[in-house]
Every structure is written in C-alpha cells, then in structure tokens.
C-alpha cells in the first residue's frame, strides 16, 4: 500500500472576480475608442487618466463618473 504525498500550496485562495461598476465598465469601453476624432484632446487625456486609476485599483469620485458618462453619451 503506497501513500502518496501531496505539497501544500503557499498559495492564498483565489478571490472571486470583483464586478465592474458602471464607471469602470464605461472607462473600458472608452479607453477601446479614445483615439475617435469626434473627442477632444482633452477627453482623450481624461479617458487615459483615469483608465490609468482604475487600472492601479483606485475607486473613480462621483465627478469623475459625471464627466465619463458626458463623454460616453458624445
């Protein structure tokens, strides 16, 4: 009868996936489109700025969804 050894793993459980707000979901569609002439260069640098937050995990402040949800309805 043979036993067979099993390593544990130093791994933390998998998080389950944390779902998109609609501010993050509209910056990810933006950031697919954000070289589209119809935005100014202003709204290109604010796409970028905060697809770059969201990104490094940052929560988005209700202006700034504001102003992306402005921009999305363009």
Same mark, same amino acid.
């Given at each position: 009868? +043979? @036993?067979? @050894? ?5 791994? +933390? *459980? ?8 609609? &501010?993050? %979901?509209? $910056?990810?569609? @933006? ?5 589209? *002439?119809? %935005? ?6 604010? =796409? ?5 937050? $969201?990104?490094? &995990? ?6 700034? =969804?504001?102003? =992306?949800?402005? =921009?999305?309805?363009?």
């Amino acid at each position: 009868m +043979a @036993l067979k @050894l099993v390593r544990s793993s130093n791994k +933390a *459980p998998e998080q389950p996936k944390k779902e998109k707000s609609r &501010g993050e %979901y509209l $910056v990810a569609c @933006l950031r697919d489109e954000q070289h589209d *002439p119809k %935005y100014t260069d202003w709204e290109r640098n604010f =796409i970028a700025s905060v697809a770059k937050q $969201v990104d490094q &995990g940052r929560k988005l402040s209700e202006r700034q =969804i504001e102003i =992306i949800e402005r =921009i999305w309805d363009k």
